[in-house]
């Protein structure tokens, strides 16, 4: 090929690789980036209501190495995670051995303190089952009776949601609390609640 016509060829070849229309080599990418983009999306957080009744009398409290407050129930992210998951969503998230038995995880974590009271950590008694899993005890002011809110972030072996714990301190055994709401209810985003236990 003569000098000229080459240099010709070799100019037409540079210009096509400058060109911004030569279709061009696409970026590589990290095998983290490509799995990052082919993982699901996260849910969303769920958010779960839960109401708790407390009667608030001097003759209904209790010493214990949680501390001085009302009998009551108590506050367990684990088994309202579970109720939630076994009766709304229908699924069962357990982990079980047949030797090992309960392998469930649980993390509990308060967002939102109570106004009119504190919250206690229970101690874990080892006669009592799962008490491995966080769990609290209301403690209202004293004297008060009214509702109250605690809301605290919790997963059950992975799954999160957020606790809308409703507390009802009544001052009468009597008193209706949980009838209306139900013991565990779900709140579609946030929103209307819906009973779906008792």
């Known amino acids: 090929m003569p000098y000229p ?3 010709l060829a070799c ?8 060109s ?3 279709p061009a080599e696409p970026p590589r990418q990290s095998a983290a980036a490509a799995a990052q983009r082919a993982a699901p999306p996260p849910l969303p957080l769920r958010h ?3 109401c708790h009744a407390v009667l608030n009398t001097l003759g209904n409290r209790v010493q214990d190495a949680s501390g001085n407050h009302p009998k009551q129930a108590r506050m367990e992210p684990y088994a309202d995670l579970s109720a939630y998951f076994d009766q709304v969503e229908r699924r069962d998230l357990h982990r079980r051995d047949r030797v090992l038995g309960n392998l ?3 993390t509990a974590q308060v967002v939102r303190a109570p106004q009119h009271g504190a919250l206690l950590a229970v101690a874990c008694d ?5 008490c491995e899993h966080p769990a609290y005890y209301y403690q209202p ?9 605690v809301v605290v972030e919790a997963s059950l072996n992975g799954q999160s949601a957020l606790l809308y714990y409703a507390v ?6 009597r008193a209706p609390a949980c009838e209306r709401l139900g013991r565990v209810f779900a709140l579609p985003n946030g929103g209307a609640k819906t009973p779906v236990a008792h």
Request: proline share 8%; hydrophobic share 50%; with cysteine.
């Open 5 to 7: 016509t080459l240099r």
């Open 141 to 149: 002011q004293p004297g008060f009776i009214g509702s109250d809110q």
């Open 126 to 130: 080892p006669r009592v089952q799962f």
């Open 11 to 18: 100019v037409a070849l540079l210009c096509m690789a400058l």
């Open 48 to 50: 779960v209501g839960v």
């Open 168 to 173: 009802q301190v009544i001052a009468d055994r």
């Open 20 to 22: 911004p229309f030569a």
């Open 104 to 106: 469930d995880t649980t």
